[in-house]
């Protein structure tokens, strides 16, 4: 008999994210499943406190742009070596030999972990040209855009995340997955609570599920045109344009303001935890106030007239 082939924790981690968490993002958003390159980074090439990233490079060489036309994407998302080789030990069952206690702190371990490539994993669905990524690396240079489509981004997968992580197969391995706290989690403080409130609110004004309002985030980018339907749709078929652009704009500002304060901060994590959670309940009461100022704006009439 040849000898037992040895584990390679990379490879098994590679087909992972293409053969079951890619596939079960894009059925959880309604989107085909994308095909970024899967990029393992040595630990000391990636900073500390990320496990993963999500990145877009046009490849704009004067030979390339001749052949393709336009420059190619590629599209990447890169997670450090150690990160990796945890997942896949952990999709062995690594867990299940662990002592009650150190497998509740390890389960939430990896639940941040996974729930952090379902974030980068959203990243990736949408198709791209030369043109759109340019478009979207200016939008994103400015606070206001860039906090909504990292907060829509980080607000989808946490409302998404136990259906993607039982679809993929992650929570076959252990099913406390689904139930124990993600730890050492703090990501977006503040602009993920205002998000959650307020795509909790605009789902009661509209009469529909967080859920089903985060499909239609997605497929809108979870930028500028994403906010704009959100309103539209809390608002209602009655809303004037002039109703929705003065909505946008008001919230655009305040996620701005939460952006900028955040990043005064380089290492979240570092953060006392009284400033945390005063960053979360500043990030809820822009949202409520926002709520209440969407509910007093002007409607039209059947006949078209402003109410």
């Known amino acids: 008999m040849g000898d037992t082939p040895q584990a390679d924790p990379a490879r098994e981690f590679v087909d992972f994210m293409r053969h079951r968490l890619l596939p ?42 001749r052949l393709y036309g336009e420059p190619p994407i590629c599209r990447s998302i890169n997670i450090r070596l150690t ?30 972990q996974l729930s952090v490539l379902v974030h980068e994993a ?22 206001g855009t860039r906090a909504l489509y990292e907060g829509f981004t980080e607000a989808a997968t946490r409302e998404h995340l136990d259906d993607i992580l039982l679809h993929c197969g992650a929570a076959s391995v252990d099913a406390n997955l689904l139930t124990c706290e993600a730890i ?13 409130t307020l795509v909790d609110g605009v789902s009661r004004m509209a009469g529909g599920t967080a859920a089903e309002q985060y499909r239609l985030i997605v497929a809108d980018r979870c930028g500028a045109e994403a906010l704009s339907g959100l309103v539209a749709r809390g608002l209602g078929e009655t809303a004037t344009p ?12 305040d996620w701005s303001e939460l952006w900028q304060a955040m990043a005064k ?20 009461l822009a949202a409520t106030r926002q709520l209440t100022a969407m509910q007093r704006l002007p409607q039209r009439s059947p006949a078209g007239l402003s109410l």
């Open 122 to 143: 959203i990243h990736s669905l949408w198709p791209n040209s030369a043109s759109t990524v340019r478009q979207h690396e200016a939008e994103l240079s400015v606070p």
């Open 184 to 196: 050492d989690y703090e990501i977006y403080p503040g602009i993920l609570e205002a998000t959650q």
């Open 242 to 253: 002039t109703a929705i652009s003065r909505a946008c704009a008001d919230i655009h500002h």
């Open 265 to 284: 901060f380089h290492v979240v994590s570092e953060e006392p935890r009284p400033l945390l959670n005063e960053r979360r309940d500043t990030g809820r």
């Open 24 to 65: 079960a993002v894009a059925e959880a958003f309604g989107r085909p499943t994308p095909t970024p390159f899967i990029s393992i980074i040595p630990d000391a090439l990636m900073p500390e406190s990320l496990g993963a990233e999500y990145s877009e490079v046009l490849f704009s060489t004067p030979v390339i742009e």
């Open 83 to 112: 990160t990796a080789v945890e997942i896949a030990s952990f999709l062995r069952g690594g867990s299940l030999l662990l002592e009650p206690e150190e497998r509740a702190r390890v389960l939430g371990y990896f639940r941040a």
